[in-house]
DNA sequence: GCCAACGTTGGC
DNA sequence: GCCAACGTTGGC
């Protein structure tokens, strides 16, 4: 299994519109970036990952799990923005800022503390069983 | 609100 | 294929 960030304006699409969701689930639609569309390709079922409040919060709220693979992003006609489908798992019981990441030293290698414009991106083992301690969830 | 970083577009 | 111009994102 691997382990993903995905981040999100809270106004645009927040983490309780996504609990919302429930177990169905939701497209990840609207990803026009060829990086971070080629790690949607890349995910299977079953994936989990952070939900990051990007702007206002800046923290990563809960955890979610793939629960569909690559396929076409409905909101667009074009051919080359694919998606993949998460539904929420659980809600963070304390926020882990961006800040608290920032200085941590085991973090410091975070693609989000290194490329902090990419919005679905890669998170390594280490750095999802430190954050959801902090986070207060089981792994 | 500003600006740095980055990605995309299009002229050559 | 290069690069200038432009648009967008997101932290501060």
Redesign the pocket.
């Known amino acids: 299994m691997r382990y993903w960030l995905f981040?999100s304006?809270p106004d645009t699409w927040s983490w309780d519109q996504q609990v919302a969701k429930g177990a169905l689930g939701e497209e990840w639609d609207g990803i026009?970036?060829?990086?971070a569309r080629n790690f949607m390709r890349e995910m299977k079922l079953g994936d989990r990952g952070f939900f990051y409040h990007?702007?206002k919060d800046?923290a990563v709220v809960g955890t979610v799990e793939v629960c569909a693979e690559i396929h076409p992003d409905s909101t667009t006609d074009d051919p080359r923005w694919e998606c993949v489908d998460i539904r929420a798992l659980e809600p963070f019981a304390r926020p882990v800022t961006?800040?608290e990441i920032?200085e941590t030293e085991a973090l410091a290698e975070m693609v989000?503390v290194k490329?902090?414009?990419?919005?679905v991106q890669p998170v390594t083992e280490s750095e999802w069983r430190l954050i959801c301690e902090m986070g207060g969830v089981q792994t």
Do not use: G, T, V
């Open positions: 981040k304006e026009r970036n060829y990086q990007s702007q800046k961006l800040q920032k989000l490329n902090s414009r990419l919005s």
